[in-house]
């Protein structure tokens, strides 16, 4: 792929060629059913507990019907408070056999980074869509791994980047796209919080996936390519940690530096050691910004011309899955593929490398 491709033209090529074959008939698994598809969440924590379980109780186009979970003392929590019956409940040995559930249309797998892959790749040799949370996995290769077992099955993956899907981030995106205020010159990107985890939990764990880059910086970099609407040239990155207890062999902190075509850069930061959530972009004629550009909630901003880009209260992760529901419903590519998810590892990667390598600057 060319470096100077947009990402916009990069997402519809690779967009339709998966809603595509080469003889023109569509590549992907169509619903049996044209109600609400069935979706069966894969890893029982805090994010489908608090927020994607209640928002699948606010959806349209998709409902929750089925669990996959390797602590069976939430079993009874979760199917007396959904009314989810034992021929929809899993382990993570029995998911293979999900195969066999028409009740289940989609797996939304939300596990540790390090068991993405697996088991999206598990999702899809069961014949079914895969939702997949970010970041899409630990490296390039991984992501290459699921788009190819996706492909292979006829079956749509999708990356959880929901700002992607919030109508505030919708409207800067397009500002880019239309250049409302010139074109864009630079972006600067701040997402983190000040974390203090528990011993062993896997965010602190670089074989499962923890640390900052991992967790928040993807939020960072996404907001980075989709505010330009273009793909990296070159990125220089380093990494610290203060808390050397907490985060014995993660990043607490990232920063890092995107290079774009024709002159455009970003200038992102991460962090499990202080609280900051901004999106502030640069243009020819004035700019525009969003702050907090992340939060589940109250995503807001304005323009330099004093537009106001106010919160909308609807659930954020509804929304997601409505509009990636709909795509399998309508047979169209979904917002966010997991081409754009193998983007932003790929990148990733060079961040790592770049910060192992004292802040050398890494082509792309």
Not at 49 to 62: I, K, M, R, S, V
Not at 120 to 129: D, E, F, Q, R, Y
Not at 290 to 297: G, K
Request: charged share 20%.
């Amino acid at each position: 792929m060319s470096k100077n491709i947009s990402r916009r033209n990069f997402l519809i090529k690779t967009g339709s060629a998966l809603a595509v074959t080469s003889l023109g008939f569509p590549s992907f698994i169509l619903p049996r059913k044209r109600e609400k598809l069935g979706v069966a969440l894969v890893g029982l924590g805090n994010y489908s507990t608090n927020l994607l379980a209640p928002g699948l109780q606010q959806t349209e186009h998709c409902e929750l019907r089925g669990i996959v979970t390797g602590s069976p003392e939430k079993i009874p929590v979760w199917q007396e408070r959904y009314g989810i019956p034992n021929r929809n409940v899993y382990n993570y040995e029995t998911m293979p056999d999900i195969a066999n559930n028409d009740d289940i249309d989609i797996v939304y797998i939300v596990l540790p980074n390090s068991m993405h892959a697996e088991y999206s790749i598990i999702g899809a040799n069961a014949g079914k869509h895969v939702w997949c949370e970010k970041p899409m996995a630990m490296n390039a290769d991984e992501c290459r791994m699921m788009i190819s077992a996706a492909e292979k099955n006829g079956v749509q993956l999708t990356v959880g980047y929901r700002m992607q899907h919030e109508p505030n981030t919708q409207t800067i995106i397009k500002y880019g796209e239309d250049e409302t205020y010139g074109k864009v010159l630079e972006v600067n990107a701040k997402g983190g919080f000040n974390g203090n985890f528990p011993e062993g939990d896997w965010r602190t764990v670089a074989a499962m996936g923890g640390g900052a880059m991992y967790d928040m910086g993807v939020y960072s970099l996404n907001a980075a390519r989709y505010s330009t609407g273009l793909e990296p040239v070159a990125v220089t990155a380093t990494q610290s940690t203060d808390r050397t207890d907490m985060y014995p062999d993660v990043d607490e902190h990232t920063f890092f530096d995107l290079e774009f075509p024709g002159g455009v850069t970003a200038k992102c930061e991460t962090s499990f050691g202080k609280n900051m959530n901004s999106l502030n972009i640069e243009c020819e004629n004035g700019g525009y910004h969003l702050e907090p550009f992340l939060s589940f909630s109250g995503v807001q901003g304005g323009t330099s011309d004093g537009v106001e880009l106010p919160p909308d209260p609807n659930h954020q992760q509804a929304r997601q899955m409505d509009d990636d529901a709909l795509a399998l419903k309508n047979n169209t590519p979904p917002i966010v593929p997991g081409e754009e998810g193998l983007n932003d590892m790929r990148i990733v990667d060079a961040i790592f490398e770049s910060a192992n390598r004292g802040g050398e600057r890494i082509e792309l």
